[in-house]
């Protein structure tokens, strides 16, 4: 299948930046949407920004004009630019992938992965 792996994360002031990166490895044939979730203790895991199918951005509103996502396409590798981090961004990051991969009998399938996660800590 298609592994993530994500890096990146720690602990940083309010007001600092971090930049994740989260690349992906296996066989793959193309992905269609790659981005970046997070999930903070107690809450259900939300969508913080992605690039689409048609290569656009979606990002949550509560981090638009903090942080920046981009990818390298050459290197199946995705990253986050976080700037002006505010407490209520801690949380567990996680990547996530969705594309068409050749399998082990050299047919195509669609994939979905999660990469492990990595922790974002913003103190005040």
């Known amino acids: 299948q298609v592994q993530l792996v994500e890096s990146g994360g720690g602990l940083v002031q309010a007001g600092g930046s971090l930049r994740l990166s989260c690349a992906a490895s296996?066989?793959?044939?193309?992905?269609?949407?790659m981005g970046w979730y997070r999930q903070a203790p107690g809450k259900h895991r939300e969508l913080v920004a992605l690039f689409t199918s048609g290569a656009s951005t979606r990002y949550v509103d509560s981090v638009k004009g903090r942080f920046t996502i981009s990818r390298d396409n050459a290197k199946n590798t995705v990253y986050l630019q976080m700037n002006r981090l505010k407490p209520e961004d801690t949380a567990v990051y996680y990547c996530n992938a969705e594309g068409r991969y050749t399998t082990d009998s050299w047919y195509t399938a669609d994939f979905s992965s999660w990469g492990q996660g990595t922790q974002v800590t913003v103190s005040s």
């Open positions: 296996g066989r793959i044939s193309s992905i269609n949407v």
